[in-house]
């Protein structure tokens, strides 16, 4: 991203901070397995399940920033000149996606 999107393309606020919520939930969760983990007696399946859980909490997120994303740049990158900027940053996130 240039500096220029830097400056003017921002994460909407609302959308930040139910992220950061989630995050710091998934925080308490990560760190409840770390508990589990040194638990000699932590049976493996319990703890694929939690991890499970993990992953689609922050699944959850990269969905709710995207969303974010596609209706407050996306939508609007041709009237600010910069659809093609856009779209190839996009890209190249889903390319790992």
Same mark, same amino acid.
């Given at each position: 991203?240039?500096?220029?999107?830097?400056?003017?393309?921002?994460?909407?606020?609302?959308?930040?901070?139910?992220?950061?919520?989630?995050?710091?939930? *998934?925080?308490?969760?990560?760190?409840? #397995? +770390? =508990?589990?983990?040194?638990? @000699?007696? $932590?049976?493996?399946?319990?703890?694929?399940?939690?991890?499970?859980?993990?992953?689609?909490? *922050?699944?959850?997120?990269?969905?709710? #920033? +995207? =969303?974010?994303?596609?209706? @407050?740049? $996306?939508?609007?990158?041709?009237?600010?000149?910069?659809?093609?900027?856009?779209?190839?940053?996009?890209?190249?996130?889903?390319?790992?996606?």
């Amino acid at each position: 991203m240039n500096k220029r999107h830097c400056k003017t393309l921002r994460l909407n606020p609302e959308t930040r901070d139910n992220a950061c919520r989630r995050l710091l939930s *998934v925080k308490g969760h990560v760190e409840g #397995v +770390l =508990r589990m983990l040194e638990d @000699d007696s $932590v049976y493996c399946v319990d703890v694929l399940k939690q991890l499970k859980a993990i992953n689609g909490a *922050v699944d959850q997120v990269g969905k709710l #920033v +995207l =969303r974010s994303h596609l209706f @407050d740049h $996306v939508a609007t990158a041709q009237e600010r000149g910069d659809a093609t900027e856009i779209v190839n940053e996009l890209m190249e996130v889903l390319k790992y996606h």
